[in-house]
């Protein structure tokens, strides 16, 4: 585990990658934030071009991805597969296999990037296995964009960005990562990456949030054994009030239950009303003994998961977090598809 | 108001830029356009990132934009924001709020670009709004690809392009504006553009239309101020033929009534039925005492707001003010997006 | 014909450009392809760019156009015509005229892609004439990216794979290209393209289809013509099996009747459904007296117009075809767009 092995790889689950490989994506990420601030031009991905397969809307990851190529020298595609032949029904007659499409795809572009979950999957665990499917079939690097599960890149953002903030040194720091009420009913990658990274790296995890909103056990038994393995703690509580004492950094989203892709949307939102005062308020973050500062990786829906007022107070710092996306996406596709082989 | 001044600057109405700075804008397209003809490369934006938000369509603007940042060495990057989660309502629940949004966005690009108008809007003023709250919330230049009341890159292009075609000597020279027919149904940002930035440069300005089309009397006003500093004169008319004659220019377009948002699209087409006379033809091109030149900033609906014959005879400037928009627009950019600080 | 010669000229027809023409593009492709695999830049379209109107959706086209005008430095448009006003129709008030369009475009690119088959269109030929149209108004290149009779850069790329893979000895060697039953319904473009290049190139074309599905008769006759100044020859059997004795190379490929846009898709599914025994199969791979190597120009609906057995066998040449329209594109880029004029 090595720079030298980072080339070529994917970055489909937090797991994929030991804590020393992140490590060096932060390095990186420190030298091409600094060249961006210097202007120091650094285009290494030079006439290199990231296919990224969108699935699922974005405005963050859409645009970081396809400003850090601009920045890197090299470009990215936004491709809608609508636009294209591919079906994920594996059967005749359905539309062009992941098969044949990652295996021409990987013919015309040096990395490919795949956002895919929430109303586009029809089970939980299905955006995974297509991003397996076209790892398998694919010799560039497959970066996961966001799936059901998983959504590295934001999580290398979160715990790059709390190194930042607290001065490299989160060991032992207290994350609250609370549900929160919104009608958005979102999924869960982006909670259970943040989870998994702050557990990797030895902080004390308290995933706090109705007993209906239990998240992936498999994720939760990782994030378990990396506390462990780690120094850290690991624990889900169901007293949001007594999961945020003390907390040094919380993150409040709203998500749904593990029977969402059965009982559909409208049940969802019926569940979910029991809970609307779940809400990260002014009230609540003036509670914490320590300053306790607002991680969200946006969108937030302000008003339900969390009070204006904590998203723009000097507490918050999502609009950073949000601009690390950039810089560390350049140091995974500058590692990932132009790092020596 | 200097070259200083336009590095980090908005463009969202004509009036946001002085003369002066319109002068030096051209000045700079002057230089670009030399460049490009010269096949001297000219990369002011290398490695910079210009978004695009798209929320109407549109040919040349897209195009116009995209070409003039791939020949500054950078990348725009075309937006539907439909893929992403942004709303216009600013409410709890309804999507990603402008502010949060505007405020992601200043940190993946060097400018943002915003098109809304027509049928993306819900009442006149509300696109001018939506820039404005962009505005604010974004330190990054937000440039107007066209909104409901202004269209200044159009505008810059309309008086390069006469500065060209009549060697630079513009003041005094009448232009007429002037409704005509067309089933399209059309906003009045090119229009009320057009009329400002001629008001602007001193030329003899009519805007000819019948009674129930008259623009926004704010802008209106404003080329009555603009006019009456510039030595130029500003007037409105009813009466088509009288209002052509000795006319330098023409532009003919259609436009909608002041009560397209309350009555809809089917009472507007009744209300313009009654002017289907209103067209721009080779027999009014010729009536004029000078050669009348026809300035359209397209796409024109041939047969209906003029006769094929004039949009092709010599007289027509159309396909080189549409070239034009390529090379304000570089200039623009580079001008705010890499001007010195 | 010449070099020089193929600086702004279009490539609609595989017959618009002659037999010397193709190979200074195949060896313009060696080059290109040698500097990419040596990672020496080439950036011979710089700050050029290339506008893709794509009317019907892609895989492959769109990423070995995009990519490959990222690697000659330039950048190509993905543009989505419904997101313009263009309007196929050309009478006042359906939308932009074909020719305002073309004429426009001409201002703001250095060549245009267009993309234009099966249900966009509403007559065989139509998309032909569009593109007729777009070169007549368009003094910048205009490049077939596949249309209703042609699919010429897929034809260049079926015939330099044919040279790569045979040592550069195609003449006299037997190509069958076969309908194969599928669902899919689709279009003649390629199978018309290959049976043209084969025909210029010398090779033994036999066109293996049941009775209702022969090919446009000009075509055909165009086939005749090339084979026998090629001194090769061209004929079209209805007995698939009789057909493929002795060949060299197999393109199995579903297509519709010469009355799909008089009668429609069911009628179509239920005219093929009689024919669902014309497959390529490991079976019928095997009776080919010599190898019988499998050309496909993708995406093959696997177990339907072909097994997956021969898709994935080591006589399938389908995604070294695949990677090939990348390398000659650029090199069809690289001359018409950035020749020596």
């Known amino acids: 585990m090595s720079w030298f092995d980072l080339a070529g790889r994917d970055l489909i689950a937090e797991t994929d990658w030991t804590r020393e490989e992140y490590d060096i994506a932060m390095k990186v990420t420190d030298q091409l934030k600094g060249a961006y601030y210097s ?119 979160d715990i790059y960005t709390m190194h930042e903030k607290l001065d490299a040194d989160v060991r032992g720091k207290k994350i609250v990562i609370m549900w929160a009420w919104s009608p958005w009913i979102r999924g869960w990658c982006s909670v259970q990456g943040t989870a998994l990274i702050s557990s990797l790296y030895g902080m004390n995890v308290v995933v706090a949030n109705p007993p209906e909103y239990d998240l ?65 308020s002014a009230e609540r973050q003036k509670k914490l003994g320590n300053p306790g500062y607002l991680l969200q990786c946006m969108p937030v829906d302000r008003g339900n998961e969390a009070d204006a007022e904590v998203c723009d107070n000097r507490l918050s710092w999502i609009l950073d977090q949000a601009e690390n996306r950039l810089h560390t996406q350049k140091a995974i596709l500058t590692l990932t598809m132009g790092g020596r082989l």
């Not at 992941?98 to 572009?109: G, H, I, L, P, S």
């Not at 945020?244 to 559909?264: C, H, Q, S």
């Open 39 to 157: 202007r120091i031009p650094h285009p290494t991905l030079e006439y290199k071009t990231f296919a990224m397969m969108f699935f699922a809307g974005s405005t963050r990851t859409r645009m970081s991805f396809e400003t850090a190529m601009t920045q890197l020298g090299g470009h990215a595609q936004f491709i809608d597969p609508q636009t294209t032949r591919l079906s994920l029904e594996d059967k005749p007659g359905a539309g062009e296999t992941v098969k044949d499409t990652a295996e021409a795809m990987e013919r015309y572009c040096d990395g490919v990037g795949i956002r895919l979950l929430d109303d586009k999957i029809r089970y939980y665990g299905e955006a995974d296995e297509v991003m397996q499917k076209f790892a398998k079939h694919c010799r560039v690097p497959i970066i996961n964009m966001a799936s059901d599960i998983n959504h590295p890149c934001q999580s290398l953002t």
């Open 216 to 280: 992936d056990p498999r994720v939760m038994q990782d994030c378990r054994d990396l506390a462990s393995a780690s120094g850290g703690s690991f624990e889900v509580s169901h007293d949001l009030d007594s999961a945020l004492d003390g907390a040094t950094v919380v993150f409040p989203r709203n998500w749904f239950t593990k029977d969402r892709y059965e009982i559909g949307k409208e049940k969802e939102a019926e569940i979910a009303k029991q809970y609307v005062s779940w809400k990260y």
